[in-house]
């Protein structure tokens, strides 16, 4: 069985952004590059299948420029059997239906059985583009997953979703994409074994044209970034407890009018 | 109506719509002029709920009742609403961030070919042009987005826009228009209810009390819990809480957890790091209840009390329990 892991790379989520001289985005300079935390869920459930299964193969994709590599060398280390890198300029000012359709060619030439993601990108957080991959392949998708189990005989895939107030089970039938949540697992650390042996696996870098890829203009565009306004400075209530308290009452009434 | 703004709505799976309805009519009323127009997929609506959704401000409501869209799959309603939305031509599809609208708003951007935009804060017109503002970055930047054509589809995160008042009286057309349902490919199994706190739904909670590792352990939660049925407010935690296995995760606030945006937010025994701060900042009062003067919640907080949380908990239930009995 094999199975697809989009990862996104994003910036460390302790480290400063700045909106850069171009103010449609950000300073890279200084930043660190981590794998969004919800595709590493993803990726250690893929190889749990795999381990589980004692059988198959993970690959994983990520679309990104050159410094992408080391997030999937990462995905090695941790056990991916190869990687696939989607580095073109062709797609740099991509929204996520341009991201979504560049992966759907990546799957469509794999056909894995399973596609997994993540919930969401956390720098940009539109939790979209799986949801994206599985209109554009017809596959069924469930979102927020919990827990999932394959049953290899009957061809499904049997997930828990989380929604509002509990969980949702499905059976999906394969291929289908399934993105995971925090609560799906607990991901490993590379071992020393796996970084070494990551340097001797694949990563494949596609271009555009090897997809057949027509220019396509996003359908979204990012018109400025701006800083936050800062919140009007606020106040310590000073005192001791009984008064202090007394007094954020009153000022949660009469003041900001929230209680 | 030509140039309609329409909501999807989210309802309580029992035929009522949900209250952040009021916020995405309301805006798509607001920024549309009042053309908004609500569409409602369901196994099963009611008179009150469609009465609801006029009061709210829609001129119109699309209902389309079938049993097939309970419990929701995308691949069932992206292919009615799809169907929909070519015949009538929208100009923008509104729905509130819930986690099945998100993916739903999703896929169905994808059916149509045009841009989506999530989460989104604020909207305005641009000549003939809709810009939106969303959250980038764990809430560190904002950015403007804008889509090359329409319809523009986006989610709108709750209690941030202003809720339509709600004109008594008022009266909406409801449309039934009928057609094969989609099949589906997933097979529901089971549902399960997580056990009820009894208290308000964390993302849909107008206040919020957080609890973090200053919280000392999971027994200590009932002091938040009490003065949280005093006010009618949900109890969340910081992940450093949830991961020592203190509170469940549907319950953390934050970058991996949930994203909030309450009338009022206080924190007990949380520091502020960066990651809840992503979670929570967009609250419209925030407080912060700290022993140490230098957490750095305090810099983003309207209200600070440097003190022992177990002292000042006890304290803060009493004056509120004075206050709202008055
Ligand atoms: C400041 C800013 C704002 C933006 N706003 C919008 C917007 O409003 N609308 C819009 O359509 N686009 C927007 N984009 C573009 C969008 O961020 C990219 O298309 C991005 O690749 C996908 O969106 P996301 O990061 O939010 O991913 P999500 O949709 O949150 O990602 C979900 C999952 O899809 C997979 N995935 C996502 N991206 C990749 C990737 N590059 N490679 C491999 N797997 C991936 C991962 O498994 C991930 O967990 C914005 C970009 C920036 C810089
Ligand atoms: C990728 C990533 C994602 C993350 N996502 C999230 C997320 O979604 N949500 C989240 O919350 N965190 C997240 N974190 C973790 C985050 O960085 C912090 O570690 C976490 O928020 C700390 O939780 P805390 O404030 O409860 O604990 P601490 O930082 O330990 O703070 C405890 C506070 O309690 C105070 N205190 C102690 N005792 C008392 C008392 N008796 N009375 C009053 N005050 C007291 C202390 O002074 C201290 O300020 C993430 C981290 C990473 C790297």
Redesign the interface.
Known sequence: MRILVAVKQV?D??T??K?SADPRV?DTTGITWIIS??DEFAVEEALRIKEKRGQGEVVAVSLGPERVKEALRACLAMGCDRAIHLNDPAWSDA???VT?KALAAVVRQEAPQLLLCGRQA????????A??L???LG??????VMEEAIDADTKTV?A??????????????LPAVLTAQ??LNEPRYPTLRGIMGAKKKEIRDVKAADLGWAPE????????????PP??P????QGD??T???E??R???EE?K?? | MPNAFWCIVEDDRRGTPKKVMAEVIGEAARVSSGRAEAVWLTDKASEAGLTQLAEWGATKVWLLENGAFAPYRSEVWVGAAAELAAKERPRAIFAPVTSRAREFAARLAARLGVGLAADCVAFAMDGERLVATRPVYAGKLLAKVAWAKTPWVATLRPNVFRPADGEPGRKAAVERPSGPTPAAQMKFVERREEVSTGLPELTEAEIVLSGGRGMKGPEHYVILEDMARVIGAAVGASRAAVDAGWRPHRFQIGQTGRTISPKLYMGFGVSGAIQHLAGMRTSKVIVAVNKDPEAPIFRIADYGIVADLFEVVPELTKEFKKLLEK
Do not use: H, N
């Open positions: 910036p989520t302790a400063q952004v909106v950000i935390p919800y929204d996520t239906l979504a956390i720098d940009d957080d539109m939790g979209a583009v949801a994206q599985a209109e554009l596959w069924p998708c469930a979102y927020w049997r828990a979703r989380q929604v509002e107030g509990g969980l949702e089970v499905f059976d999906l039938p925090k609560g203009p996003p359908q979204l565009s990012v018109v400025t970034l701006e800083a936050l919140r009007p606020g106040r310590i209530i407890v009984p202090a308290v007394k954020l009452v000022s949660l009434r900001a929230a209680i």
